[in-house]
């Protein structure tokens, strides 16, 4: 690979690395440096891909068990209690 093929490739990397820092707030840049994982636990794995934005919040009482037990952080997710199945 050519000198130039790898400044396109660096430049290309930078704008791209800038890009995506700007996507998230300073508050969530912050609680995301406080931890050393992107997530807590496999279970906050999945309780975050069941519960994406814009769609209805899916919580099981196990979810806020484990939540509460492993300190699971990033955007909480409100519901009633009657929303809230057992399992």
Same mark, same amino acid.
């Given at each position: $690979? %050519? $000198?130039? @093929? #790898?400044?396109? #490739? @660096?430049?290309?990397?930078?704008? /791209?690395?800038?890009?995506?820092?700007?996507?998230?707030?300073? +508050? +969530?840049?912050?609680?995301?440096?406080?931890?050393?994982?992107?997530?807590?636990? !496999?279970?906050? =794995?999945?309780?975050?891909?069941? %519960?994406? +934005?814009?769609?209805?919040?899916? /919580?099981? #009482?196990?979810? =806020?068990?484990?939540? #509460?037990? +492993?300190?699971?952080?990033?955007?909480? =997710?409100? /519901?009633?209690? !009657?929303?809230?199945?057992? %399992?």
């Amino acid at each position: $690979m %050519n $000198m130039r @093929a #790898r400044f396109g #490739r @660096a430049t290309l990397a930078l704008v /791209v690395l800038l890009l995506a820092g700007g996507c998230a707030t300073s +508050e +969530e840049w912050a609680e995301w440096k406080a931890h050393t994982t992107h997530f807590a636990s !496999d279970k906050h =794995i999945g309780f975050s891909w069941r %519960n994406r +934005e814009g769609q209805a919040p899916r /919580v099981a #009482r196990s979810d =806020i068990d484990a939540a #509460r037990a +492993e300190t699971w952080w990033g955007k909480a =997710i409100t /519901v009633s209690p !009657d929303q809230i199945f057992q %399992n």
